[in-house]
């Protein structure tokens, strides 16, 4: 299947500063790339999708001043969490839509686990 | 979006086939029905994707009924390294990333 990397795995930030997520489909060109948040024992709940060379669509409840999206190429989705708080402290994952022959199909990056002290 | 509707856990020993069942009475005619594996502190991995009768690669099997209300997924021979919890998503094939994550079926293997 297809392969997206997602990195950093794991990121200890101090509160106030910016943390930077990559994310990167590496044999497949995607238009489009989602942003998700999960805690603890939760599923999975979508911050954002990100579309290639525009601006990304926020869900309801996000704040896009706080998570910055950057979509620059059709294998680089980048997530800022600006001026971290601990209550930003989570598991976040980003996913590709790869276009396969009947439907598209998500593949997810493996998660960041930011810590905000 | 459809709403999916998951056994919150499910208990399994070596060996067996496990049948996890997915509700989602208001599937649309162009949504498909996707299964994925998420381990703790990874991203969720692709299992098996349909849209009618059955499917089956190498992992996995999925069934689906003819009216498409529910599916289910199929693991045979499970073992201790298939604990994890499995998502089922429902979603139009131009917007599979907006599929909405249900809570999920944890499954436990045990030997």
């Known amino acids: 299947g297809a392969v997206v990397s997602q990195h950093p795995s794991r990121v200890i930030c101090k509160s106030g500063t910016s943390v930077k997520i990559e994310c990167r489909s590496l044999?497949?060109?995607?238009?489009?790339m989602f942003w998700y948040r999960q805690f603890p024992k939760q599923s999975l709940m979508l911050m954002a999708t990100s579309n290639e060379g525009s601006k990304a669509t926020y869900e309801q409840g996000v704040e896009k001043d706080k998570f910055l999206i950057n979509h620059a190429s059709l294998t680089l989705s980048t997530l800022t969490v600006t001026s971290a708080h601990p209550e930003d402290s989570s598991f976040y994952i980003c996913s590709a839509s790869y276009p396969g022959t009947s439907n598209e199909k998500l593949f997810f990056g493996s998660g960041t686990q930011l810590s905000v002290l | 979006l459809a709403k999916t509707t998951q056994p919150i856990s499910m208990d399994s020993y070596e060996g067996q086939e496990v049948n996890i069942t997915c509700s989602h009475n208001?599937?649309?005619?162009?949504?498909?029905i996707t299964w994925y594996q998420q381990f703790p502190s990874q991203g969720p991995r692709f299992i098996i994707q349909?849209?009618?009768t059955k499917v089956t690669n190498e992992v996995a099997s999925l069934f689906i009924p003819a009216d498409r209300k529910s599916s289910t997924l199929s693991l045979p021979r499970v073992s201790l390294s298939d604990t994890a919890v499995y998502y089922c998503?429902?979603?139009?094939?131009?917007?599979?990333?907006?599929?909405?994550f249900g809570d999920g079926t944890t499954l436990t293997v045990k030997p």
């Open positions: 349909g849209y009618k």
């Open positions: 998503l429902v979603g139009a094939w131009t917007n599979a990333g907006k599929s909405t």
């Open positions: 208001n599937i649309a005619t162009n949504d498909y």
């Open positions: 044999d497949f060109q995607a238009t489009t």
